[in-house]
């Protein structure tokens, strides 16, 4: 026997194989009352196990603890603690990833009915968990919605005062300015009798100009006529 090259051929006679060391260990353990406990390791690193008592861990720490105390005799040393340890972190890891499977669906198959109902009622309480959870948050958010509503309104109430006294100080001061303005022009227009000055007359003004204008004319005429400086010239009266 060698190992199979052709990568279809392996996965088809893996999976032959399995089934049938599976129902083996099935058989064997109904017909035998015996407890088996078998782990299987795909090439791609894939877990397949079968477990005869409710629990594979169960199985394996019998096995350990068998294990063990064929070793009691002599005092394990330091590597041999370790490496128990490390067995048993990997044998747990390996059942809560088989359990966590199992919640999933996935390989139900060598599961008894017994098993089958245990991860039923799992399944059952955790969505009762989450349903409650659920309820809880979408009340604290309908909560929160509702203060942001009323926060809203307060909001909403004040801008709207605000706009009204700001409406009543724009009309105020319009009319301010329309009464300030009628004010103005009242008190451009002259009240009658205070302050104003009669209009000269022209008239009177121009005889005044034309009466001393003649006067010099005669003045000039009787400077040439006298030229002895009589009385009368203008040279006397100079």
Not at 106 to 133: A, C, F, M, T, Y
Not at 147 to 175: G, S, W
Request: aromatic share 8%.
């Amino acid at each position: 026997m060698r190992r199979i090259e052709n990568k279809i051929s392996l996965q088809v006679t893996f999976a032959k194989r399995r089934n049938g060391l599976l129902k083996k260990a099935y058989e064997l353990s109904l017909l035998c009352d015996a407890e088996v406990a078998l782990i299987i390791f795909s090439g791609r690193g894939r877990l397949f196990e079968f477990s005869s008592s409710s629990c594979m861990y169960k199985t394996l720490e019998r096995y350990r603890t068998c294990n063990y105390n064929s070793y009691e005799e002599n005092p394990p040393l330091e590597n041999e603690i370790s490496y128990q340890e490390y067995l048993k972190l990997k044998t747990r890891v390996e059942f809560l990833q088989s359990s966590q499977r199992n919640i999933l669906g996935e390989d139900l198959g060598p599961l008894s009915i017994k098993e089958l109902d245990q991860i039923e009622n799992q399944i059952d309480v955790s969505l009762k968990h989450i349903r409650s959870r659920k309820s809880q948050v979408l009340v604290d958010q309908l909560f929160d919605l509702k203060n942001k509503e009323q926060e809203l309104q307060d909001q909403n109430k004040d801008l709207r005062k605000k706009l009204q006294d700001t409406i009543l100080e724009e009309n105020a001061v319009h009319m301010s300015w329309q009464d300030g303005g009628q004010n103005s022009g009242h008190a451009n227009e002259p009240y009658p009798g205070l302050l104003q000055h009669p209009d000269h007359d022209s008239s009177m003004q121009i005889g005044y100009h034309q009466s001393y204008m003649d006067q010099l004319n005669n003045e000039d005429i009787a400077s040439h006529k006298n030229p002895n400086g009589e009385p009368g010239s203008s040279a006397g009266w100079i």
